[in-house]
């Protein structure tokens, strides 16, 4: 079973997340902030793309508990990992910082895709490194 971690290190809001592979489906935790907890659930599914049926995509549903707002960075994150990889997606999300800004949100929402950008990227050189021995 393959587990990793990752973290953005842009020195403002920074968030992390777990991976776990459980057979060929993933499950990502991503949290951060002052209070860590569990605010969203995304569940995504890699399909064609309708623009471009020779294209991935993927499509989520979420949950999110009430008064929580990681709905869409869970919803993005998902369906982002699923597409690119061709696989189902789990994604938990939760991050808090007391007394937020909007400018806040923002960073934490580019955090978001830094952070699944990270991800990709390490999953990529595990699989290479699987693949070619290194």
Known sequence: ??????????????????????????????????????????????RASLKDPA??????????FPAHKEHELARRSSEKISAALN???VVTAGIHWDSLSKEGIVTIMQNSELLVDLIL??????????????
């Open 1 to 46: 079973m393959l587990e990793l971690k990752v973290k953005t290190q842009t020195g403002s809001f920074d968030i992390e997340a777990g991976v776990v592979r459980i057979g060929t489906d993933l499950l990502v935790a991503i949290w951060g902030g002052d209070k860590p907890h569990i605010g969203a659930v995304a569940a995504a599914l890699p």
């Open 55 to 64: 294209q991935s995509s993927a499509t989520a549903s979420v949950i999110s």
């Open 121 to 134: 990227q390490k999953l990529k050189q595990i699989e290479e490194e699987a693949r070619y021995g290194s």
């Open 87 to 89: 696989v189902p997606v």
